[in-house]
């Protein structure tokens, strides 16, 4: 993602983004303003494959209050089972 894209999504100042960015701003933040810029470097096939975001899944269906969410888990959890199949691994 581009600085003004980050900007958009964390309702921040592209100048603040860019502060952060160059490292002359301490922002609470920051985190998440280096995952977001980070973002593009992980496709989303890769970003299915991960173990992470199959145990996410699996969380989210224990513990998930509402029934869509844990609906949507599952659903997100056969997908990345599809692409981990398709890709061999």
């Known amino acids: 993602m581009n600085q003004s894209n980050i900007a958009k999504v964390t309702h921040k100042s592209k100048s603040l983004v860019s502060g952060v960015i160059a490292g002359k701003i301490e ?5 998440t303003i280096f ?4 973002f593009e470097n992980k496709t989303l096939p890769e970003m299915l494959q991960d173990e992470l975001f199959l145990e996410m ?11 869509k ?3 949507y888990a599952v659903l997100m959890k056969h997908v990345a089972i599809r692409v981990y199949k398709k890709n061999g691994k």
């Open 27 to 31: 922002s609470p933040e920051k985190d």
């Open 69 to 71: 969410v844990r609906e």
């Open 57 to 67: 899944c699996d969380v989210c269906v224990a513990k998930a209050r509402n029934v």
């Open 35 to 38: 995952a977001l810029l980070n």
